[in-house]
């Protein structure tokens, strides 16, 4: 099956300043994300959930290893292509939303694709298509201060959406939602991992790890392969 990420004995190690002795994070994880997958990352805090996230949302480079997103190895790669891999194949979405509030739905979700230098006839284009992908036509032109709590984190997705990205990354998505609005965007990734999207998702809700096809969870910088669980599909 194709992989659209796949990580190798990936170590990641900050070197703190003083004589403080470095941080191993991450202590040599191997992890293969299947084109298709809808992933749940679990793990008590300081586990190396976030390390990983970053890694895998090419936001950070491991100290040693290797990281293939799409087949190419994002190691080898100086910070400008990095940046242009990350804008085309990734789209992330984070627990406090990460609006700019003087800006539109609209331009919020245009944000991502100005930096990728995209004409802007064709990223606005893009960024309504993704908008109405997550229900927030009639609200394109309001601002973050105008949207509920779950339009906000729509309006996330929508930004996430929009460069149609290979593997989708989720950072507790429904943490700051009451558990109704949170289930109505859980049933928006479902309707989105139907329809092919390979999604990785960081949760501490075992809830919501039972609506992922594979739940990872991570111990001590490590994925904890005997907790490693495959859901049924059916």
């Known amino acids: 099956m194709e992989c659209v990420a796949q990580l190798r004995r990936v170590e990641k190690i900050y ?3 003083g004589a403080v002795p470095p ?7 191997d992890l ?7 992933l749940a990352v679990m793990g008590a805090s300081g586990s190396g959930k976030s390390t990983l996230m970053n890694i895998l949302g090419c936001l950070d480079k491991p100290s040693v290893g290797e990281y293939l997103l799409a087949g190419r190895n994002t190691r080898e790669l ?5 940046s242009a891999v990350r804008g085309k194949h990734i789209g992330f979405i984070f627990q406090a939303f990460n609006l ?7 331009q919020n979700v245009e944000v991502p694709l100005f930096y990728q230098g995209i004409h ?6 893009m960024a309504r298509r993704a908008i109405e992908r997550v229900g927030l036509g009639p609200r394109a032109d309001h601002r973050p201060n105008q949207l509920s709590g779950g339009q906000m984190q729509r309006a996330a997705i929508a ?5 149609e990205p290979t593997l989708l990354l989720a950072d507790e ?6 558990s109704a609005t949170g289930r109505a965007i859980l049933d928006m990734f479902d309707e989105l991992h139907a329809q092919g999207l390979t999604i990785a998702m960081v949760t501490h809700d075992p809830t919501v790890a039972r609506r992922c096809q594979r739940v990872v969870r991570m111990q001590d910088g490590l994925v904890d392969t005997d907790q490693m669980q495959v859901q049924s599909t059916s």
């Open 15 to 17: 070197q703190l300043s």
């Open 23 to 29: 941080v191993r994070a991450l202590g040599g994880v």
């Open 32 to 38: 293969d994300i299947p084109r298709g997958q809808y």
């Open 78 to 82: 100086d910070d400008d292509e990095l």
């Open 100 to 106: 700019i509030p003087q800006l539109t739905v609209q």
């Open 120 to 125: 802007p006839r064709r990223r606005h284009e």
């Open 159 to 163: 930004r996430a959406l929009a460069s």
């Open 173 to 178: 998505p429904t943490g700051n939602l009451d």
